[in-house]
């Protein structure tokens, strides 16, 4: 596509940031020490993950997801309690330190703009930007919205533009519709070829993700999946279609 300019207009393939994550050859992590122990983390560390446009992390709770979610945030810059490359905001370091071990391959000239949405650190992080308002217009009232609500504006107002957009179990906050919401605004979000998203979720709404690559992630370490294959969507299916039969062993 050509513009009114005479400039080409069509989207460059692999632009968005990181084409490739793998283990650090300058500094390589035991296999003994967590969190190497975790095989999602071992594999990772032993093969490399290559990152398409989205990929989205689902599992159980302690299988890893998150580890490696926040590890490939803190190793791109973004601040490990959620937040862009400039956020400072900082109270007790929970974050492993796999980050330190890895080596990210980024696209040359890709975006080194992005975000980091740390659900459990979202509301020290309200407060982080009420003591720190943006120059210009003040910040929303974060605290001022429902859980869901401000996780919904915090989205709509910091993920704009080309980047690293990573998502750590949002739908923690999100009914059905702010989940159907927020899958509606990272649709829109890899419009922009050149940006990317990266999302641990438990959401069979969020793991539904138009074009994303889905990795379901246990103690068999990461293996790739459809949407209808997952674990987690034939659970859901299961109890809906009759929860009885789950609640008669409680």
Not at 165 to 174: G, I, K, M, N, Y
Not at 186 to 211: F, M, N, R, W, Y
Request: hydrophobic letters at 40%; charged letters at 20%; proline letters at 7%.
């Amino acid at each position: 596509m050509i513009d009114a300019m005479g400039r080409s207009q069509t989207p460059l393939p692999h632009a968005y940031p990181i084409r490739r994550v793998q283990e650090s050859q300058h500094l390589p992590l035991a296999r003994t020490r967590w969190p190497a122990t975790v095989p999602a983390v071992a594999q990772l560390l032993d093969q490399g993950l290559d990152l398409g446009r989205a990929t989205v992390l689902v599992g159980e709770n302690g299988s890893g997801k998150s580890t490696l979610v926040e590890s490939v945030a803190l190793a791109f810059g973004l601040s490990p309690e959620g937040g862009s490359t400039g956020a400072q905001h900082s109270t007790r370091a929970t974050e492993s330190d796999l980050a330190e071990h890895l080596h990210l391959i980024r696209t040359p000239g890709g975006s080194r703009r992005g975000f980091f949405l740390r659900a459990e650190t979202m509301h020290g992080f309200y407060t982080y930007l009420e003591k720190n308002p943006s120059t210009g217009s003040p910040d929303i009232d974060f605290h001022s919205l429902s859980h869901g609500e401000s996780f919904l504006e915090l989205v709509g107002d910091r993920f704009r533009g080309s980047g690293l957009w990573v998502l750590d179990e949002p739908e923690s906050a999100l009914s059905f519709a702010g989940s159907l919401s927020l899958l509606a605004t990272l649709k829109e979000i890899l419009d922009d070829p050149e940006s990317q998203v990266l999302l641990s979720t438990h959401s069979p709404i969020l793991a539904a993700l138009p074009g994303a690559t889905l990795l379901e992630v246990g103690p068999w370490g990461l293996r790739p999946a459809a949407w209808e294959e997952l674990e987690l969507v034939a659970n859901w299916r299961n109890f809906l279609s009759g929860p009885e039969r789950f609640l008669r062993h409680f």
